[in-house]
């Protein structure tokens, strides 16, 4: 008898790596366990262009059909509570007890709470469908939304909202939008885009106070302004839900701390997907902590690999996009590795920069362009960064160079 | 068996390189292996409904520019996440250096 492979959060990293026992082969049972009402689903459409359609509907990472197909069970609108390692058992909401020969911890993220008083029912978060769909009700022409803080998630939702012709202010403390990850000449083309679309962002201003009566917050900045708004959704980024992993006595260090195998201190127990944190190979070991759906992805994978004993070590590169009107921007790499850039120019005005290291290694590359234009090229540069590649710069900067023979090089 | 319609030069399409063909309100993608063998596919991505022609060929693989999914693009098997489901794909052939392909 065996009690199988149990996981713990069934978004995109519990949802891919329950396929993924199967895939691979194994046939003891296999438990997805999450606290949502709903089948794993794709968290990216909920802040996109998909959120400006009249219903909205949740995009299923496996439907039902497919999970009893697979003799996947999972154990929706339920909470694992505690873990008992020594007993190897998880312990339920439901007052339930789960058994379990290998446990998957992938229990994501979940947005960082404005840390004020005045707080009510029209200042909300975005992580969830259940949320997407309470602030879809608020977004139409008749609305003034208010987005606090200018990262991803709210940038794509106020670019939503003016699909709807909602009145959108965005508001930012730090000097510009997406300081976060994003190099200052790309930020400047996605600022500049809202701003054409009708969107206001004020930048370098910090909220001093916050009033909501339930029917509109005002929001008062340090700099005198006041913001009125039918609803203001707080995006200023999110934390790892690690306080199962932190009862459980396991490490938390940013996130879960789990090594190359993402596997932690419990030799039963590993962690994958937005609450963990890894050693980046590709950076010589540096620790990070990713909050981006194909990492999600690429982890439940080798989750499920180790989980069998493959031994295998995480070697990706982190690989991020954003759509934004009709711009996508894709990264891969983090840019904060490099010391100098080099651009590339593509057609219809679409960019590319490339982060080089001192020593000349290829580190990053931030593009941005409409529609798919930078896909090739940054899918080529993540390839020439998981080499640790040294490509010359003129050649990085010159169109007529194709980045395909630089990985032949 | 008829409906071959003609779709480009063979000389279009670099080795190793997919181009897009639109016909009749249709989109296909339309590839050259390494090996120098042409295939054809339905030319959007079964994930989200993007333009596979501009994605990256690798071997027989495509790759869907916007999310990374991947097909074999000789046999339209759908290679791993997100994509699931497989591409439709045509028979193709070679006539006085013009690709045609069979969209029936
Ligand atoms: C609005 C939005 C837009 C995004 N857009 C992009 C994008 O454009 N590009 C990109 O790369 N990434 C994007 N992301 C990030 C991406 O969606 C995440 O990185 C990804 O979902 C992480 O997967 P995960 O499985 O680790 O965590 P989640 O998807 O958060 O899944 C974790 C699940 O575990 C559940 N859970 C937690 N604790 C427990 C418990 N104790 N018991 C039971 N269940 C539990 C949670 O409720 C949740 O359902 C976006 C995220 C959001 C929210
Ligand atoms: S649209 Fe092709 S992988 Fe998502």
Redesign the pocket.
């Known amino acids: 008898m065996t009690n199988g492979m149990v996981i713990?959060?069934?978004?995109?990293?519990?949802g891919r790596a329950a396929l993924a026992l199967r895939d691979l082969g194994y046939d003891g049972p296999v438990t997805l366990?999450?606290?949502?009402p709903h089948l794993p689903y794709e968290?990216?459409p909920?802040?996109k262009e998909a959120m400006a359609s009249d219903a909205p509907v949740i995009k299923a990472i496996a439907s039902d059909e497919i999970l009893a197909e697979r003799s996947i069970r999972h154990i929706h609108s339920v909470?694992?509570v505690a873990i008992d390692r020594a007993a190897h058992l998880v312990r339920l909401s439901d007052g339930s007890d789960l058994p379990y020969d290998k446990l998957l911890l992938?229990?994501?993220?979940t947005p960082r709470k404005l840390p004020m008083p005045g707080l009510g029912p029209r200042c909300v978060y975005?992580?969830t469908f259940n949320d997407a769909l309470a602030i879809r009700a608020h977004l139409s022409a008749r609305n003034r939304i208010a987005i606090v803080g200018g990262g991803?998630?709210g940038l794509e939702l106020a670019a939503a909202a003016r699909r709807l012709g909602a009145a959108v202010t965005v508001i930012e403390a730090q000097p510009r939008i997406l300081m976060r990850g994003v190099p200052a000449e790309i930020a400047k083309v996605i600022h500049e885009a809202h701003e054409a679309e009708g969107v206001k962002i004020l930048c370098g201003d910090g909220i001093a106070a916050i009033a909501d009566d339930g029917a509109e917050v005002r929001i008062a900045l340090a700099g005198g302004l006041d913001i009125v708004a039918d609803l203001a959704v707080i995006g200023i980024g999110a934390v790892p839900?690690i306080g199962?992993a932190a009862e459980a006595g396991l490490t938390i260090d940013n996130g879960i701390a789990v090594d190359a195998g993402l596997r932690t201190g419990d030799p039963a127990i590993f962690a994958a997907?937005?609450?963990c944190s890894f050693p980046l190979a590709v950076y010589g070991g540096r620790r990070v902590r990713l909050?981006?759906?194909?990492n999600?992805q690429e982890q439940g994978a080798l989750a499920a690999r180790n989980m069998l004993g493959a031994g295998e070590s995480h070697a990706a590169v982190p690989w991020?996009?954003?759509d934004q009107y009709g711009l996508t921007l894709q990264i891969s790499g983090l840019s904060d590795e490099g010391r100098s850039t080099v651009r590339r120019d593509l057609d219809d005005g679409a960019f590319i920069l490339f982060h080089l290291a001192e020593d000349g290694r290829l580190v990053a590359a931030s593009g941005i362009g409409p529609g798919n234009t930078v896909a090739r090229d940054i899918r080529l540069a993540e390839m020439l960064i998981a080499k640790r590649a040294k490509p010359a710069p003129e050649a990085l900067g010159s169109q007529t160079v194709k980045l395909k023979s630089l990985l032949a090089a | 068996m008829s409906d071959w319609v003609e779709a480009c030069d063979a000389e279009d399409i670099d080795e190793e390189d997919v181009m897009r063909f639109d016909h009749e309100g249709r989109t296909f993608a339309i590839y050259r292996s390494p090996d120098d063998e042409y295939f054809a596919t339905d030319g959007l991505c079964t994930h989200e409904k993007v333009h596979l022609a501009d994605g990256l060929v690798m071997d027989d693989i495509i790759e869907c520019p916007k999310h990374n999914g991947r097909f074999n693009y000789k046999t339209g098997a759908a290679r791993g996440a997100p994509v699931c489901v497989n591409l439709r794909t045509y028979p193709v052939k070679l006539d006085a250096g013009k690709i045609l392909i069979q969209i029936g």
């Open positions: 713990i959060g069934a978004g995109e990293c519990g366990v999450g606290d949502e968290r990216p909920l802040s909470q694992a992938a229990t994501g993220s975005l992580r991803f998630i839900v199962l997907g937005d609450c909050e981006a759906w194909r999600a991020f996009w954003s």
